[in-house]
């Protein structure tokens, strides 16, 4: 990131001065060597470092999962590593070369992946919930280019209900923003996801993501 040079401060200071003779008061100003800056930082004093947050890996222990996007079980997959960092969750990926659409560019469908698993583990990461995408728009701002890293983060917005929007963004690695989008995950009950799933089995990895089952919204049909 490009910082702005750091400004230049003089300080002065008013000096007042009073001759004993005639009462007459004179005020000048003038540039005191080694002044110190209003913020009290002597000049040329390193500004201060922000608090470095550490990022903290999310991860759920669900034997046999194959999700394309995250699972490091799937040979075919992304193998995306999502990361909670303060009140956002981020994610660092380099698309590979047979990912791309256009010449040299990553397909877009590709693009809106990404963002789709970000709402996922967004809920996860930052309310300990699990929940599946309701719907997504992205807006592709800039082309992203295959072999090259990019970053990926969301934060949570509004929420109603069982609804909670997620405000994802995919940046390269100058800094620009390349695609942006929301995704409205809903929060799933456990009867919900019991009811998702072939075999009905909530893995108990998942248990601490699901509030009371008395408070179980309407049922999702079992496909």
């Known amino acids: 990131m490009l910082r ?3 400004a230049m401060v003089c300080c002065t200071i008013k000096g007042v001065h009073r001759h004993a003779a005639g009462g007459v008061v004179t005020t ?3 540039d005191v060597p ?5 913020s009290g930082r002597a000049p040329g004093a ?3 470092r922000e608090p470095q947050i550490k990022p903290v890996p999310l991860t759920l222990d669900l034997p046999g999962l194959k999700c394309f996007a ?3 079980a799937n040979e075919y997959g992304l193998n995306l590593q999502f990361f909670r960092r303060g009140v956002e969750v981020v994610c660092d990926y380099t698309p590979p070369k047979h990912l791309q659409g256009w010449y040299g560019m990553v397909h877009g469908g590709l693009l809106c ?3 789709d698993e970000l ?3 967004a809920v996860t990461g930052l309310r300990r919930r699990i929940g599946v995408t309701r719907d997504i728009s992205v807006h592709y701002r800039r082309p992203v280019y295959v072999e090259e890293p990019i970053h990926i983060a969301g934060t949570l917005g509004d929420e109603q209900g069982p609804l909670v929007k997620v405000n994802g963004r995919i940046g390269n690695r100058r800094g620009d923003l390349c695609v942006e989008g929301e995704i409205t995950v809903f929060l799933l009950e456990e009867p919900q996801f019991a009811r998702m799933i072939p075999d009905g089995q909530v893995p108990p ?3 601490p993501y699901f509030p009371s089952a008395a408070g179980a919204a309407r049922q999702l049909p079992r496909r």
């Not at 080694?34 to 209003?38: D, K, L, N, T, V």
């Open 205 to 207: 990895a998942l248990k």
């Open 113 to 115: 992946t990404l963002l």
């Open 4 to 6: 702005p040079a750091a």
């Open 28 to 30: 000048r100003s003038r």
């Open 46 to 48: 390193a500004r201060p």
């Open 34 to 38: 080694g002044g110190r800056a209003p």
């Open 119 to 121: 709402g996922s583990w």
């Open 70 to 72: 995250c699972s490091a």
